[in-house]
């Protein structure tokens, strides 16, 4: 028996995942942005991932208002936020530099002393 597995994309990575991986996001009829856990609730709907950075870079880059067709309100903003932040973290990129940069020890002798320039016109 295969289940048919819903899909849904992520409206900030673009990714398709199980519609389980990922959060719905809907504007109400009456024009409130809602978490929409169960994905049940009438409105326009996007999705997003169960990982912080998609939250966050949907947020900076007004993914959402443009999935969701309306302008966000800094509260609205701020209430997705603070909703990422009980999210996974996941780094989409895999690059991870370590940092070896040498220690920032040496401090510069100041070069240039109180030059109080007095200026004449
Ligand atoms: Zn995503």
């Not at 940069?101 to 007095?118: I, S």
Request: hydrophobic letters at 30%; a positive charge.
């Amino acid at each position: 028996m295969v289940k048919h597995v819903p899909l849904r994309t992520c409206v900030q990575c673009n990714q398709v995942r199980p519609k389980r991986g990922l959060v719905r996001l809907v504007r109400t009829p009456g024009g409130e942005i809602e978490i929409d856990e169960r994905g049940k609730a009438p409105g326009r709907g996007a999705y997003l991932c169960r990982n912080q950075v998609c939250w966050e870079n949907a947020l900076a880059r007004d993914r959402l208002d443009y999935a969701l067709q309306c302008t966000l309100r800094p509260e609205d903003k701020q209430r997705l936020l603070a909703y990422a932040q009980g999210l996974p973290r996941e780094e989409a990129r895999s690059v991870e530099a370590p940092s070896s940069g040498p220690p920032a020890g040496e401090p510069v002798p100041g070069k240039e002393k109180g030059t109080a320039a007095t200026l004449e016109s």
